[in-house]
């Protein structure tokens, strides 16, 4: 299969197995949408600028038939810019399908367990359908050589899709491996 490159204007979703468990926290590389209008957004609007965002980590809750999560009316499966219309993608990264990425998450309520990283490349029409077909596959934790904590997740060779959380890390670093299949327009 020919590798084509593809951005992370592309959804990734990052999202937990367990209904009744409610994170705080984000993917802060590459930035998750929320995090890209905390940073760059304004609140003076502007078309070119995503609908400002104050906090990054409160994306914990979506609409039923959501992936992105929500803050208040800002909902990130649609994006907005700051001037009220639709949001386009801006890519965060350019990665081909099969690479092994690394990606950091940052937990500012840090409720243990795992996280499960799935990604659509269709942007406009995401749905549960496409993002179950593509799970990211997590190959190792680096998150004691990078940031110098105690703990480095083990790979769950019967759950190859689930990335454990250290109890006492505030931020991870950890390497998946993008499925075959999964790009995009680059």
Same mark, same amino acid.
């Given at each position: 299969m020919t590798n084509k490159s593809y951005n992370l204007a592309i959804i990734f979703l990052v999202s937990t197995t367990l209904d009744l468990c409610y994170g705080h926290g984000y993917m802060s590389s590459p930035r998750s949408r929320q995090l890209v209008a905390f940073e760059?957004?304004?609140w003076a609007g502007g078309d070119n600028l995503p609908e400002k965002e104050n906090c990054p980590s409160c994306a914990n809750i979506k609409n039923a038939d959501g992936f992105c999560g929500k803050v208040q009316t800002r909902d990130y499966d649609f994006p907005k810019d700051g001037n009220g219309n639709p949001y386009g993608p801006v890519p965060q990264a350019i990665w081909t399908e099969g690479?092994?990425? @690394?990606?950091?998450?940052?937990?500012?309520?840090?409720?243990?367990?795992?996280? /499960? !990283?799935?990604g659509c490349p269709d942007f406009d029409n995401p749905t549960k359908e496409c993002f179950e077909q593509y799970p990211l596959e997590f190959v190792e934790d680096l998150t004691v050589q990078t940031y110098g904590t105690t703990y480095n997740a083990p790979k769950d @060779?019967?759950?190859?899709e689930r990335a454990y959380v250290d109890p006492a890390a505030? /931020? !991870?670093?950890?390497?998946?491996?993008?499925?075959?299949?999964?790009?995009?327009d680059p």
């Open positions: 760059d957004g304004s690479q092994y990425v @690394e990606m950091e998450f940052v937990y500012t309520a840090n409720h243990q367990g795992h996280h /499960v !990283t799935y @060779e019967l759950h190859p505030p /931020v !991870t670093r950890m390497r998946f491996k993008l499925p075959e299949g999964l790009y995009g």
